[in-house]
Nanobody, 129 residues
Framework: QLHLVESGGDSVQFGGSLRLSCEAS????????FGWFRQAPGKEREGVAV?????????KYADSVNGRFTVTKDNVKKVVYLQMNNLKPEDTAIYYC?????????????????????WGQGTQVTVSS
């Protein structure tokens, strides 16, 4: 069992930066793959970034954020981070953290929300132009 709590959402201006945190309580992070997803009003939830459970933490990003966002995890603190730079108004959404023990691949996990076992409650990110 795993409990996830996101934080760090805020309102920023175009070009700004934010770091989101996902604190996990329960088993060691070593057992889980983690993903960041977002949902804007009237849109479906979409994958933003995923990081694998394996040592080395392989990552995968949506094309829309590649080069601007970075996902990392601290297994000791049991926190997964999403560093977001050069933010754009289209990044405005509620951001969710997700965890799962078994996903087919990082790309599959990025595409399909039903892959994930645990979800946080979300944190709001608003980017103004």
């Amino acid at each position: 069992q795993l409990h996830l709590v996101e934080s760090g959402g805020d309102s920023v201006q175009f070009g700004g930066s934010l770091r989101l945190s996902c604190e996990a309580s329960g088993r060691s992070l070593d057992f889980y793959n983690f993903g960041w997803f977002r949902q804007a009003p009237g849109k479906e939830r979409e994958g933003v970034a995923v990081i694998g459970a394996a040592s080395g933490g392989f990552t995968k990003y949506a094309d829309s954020v590649n080069g601007r966002f970075t996902v990392t995890k601290d297994n000791v603190k049991k926190v997964v981070y999403l560093q977001m730079n050069n933010l754009k108004p289209e990044d405005t959404a509620i951001y969710y953290c997700a965890a799962g023990e078994r996903i087919r691949s990082l790309d599959y996990g990025l595409r399909y929300t039903e892959t994930w076992d645990y979800w946080g409650q979300g944190t709001q990110v608003t980017v103004s132009s």
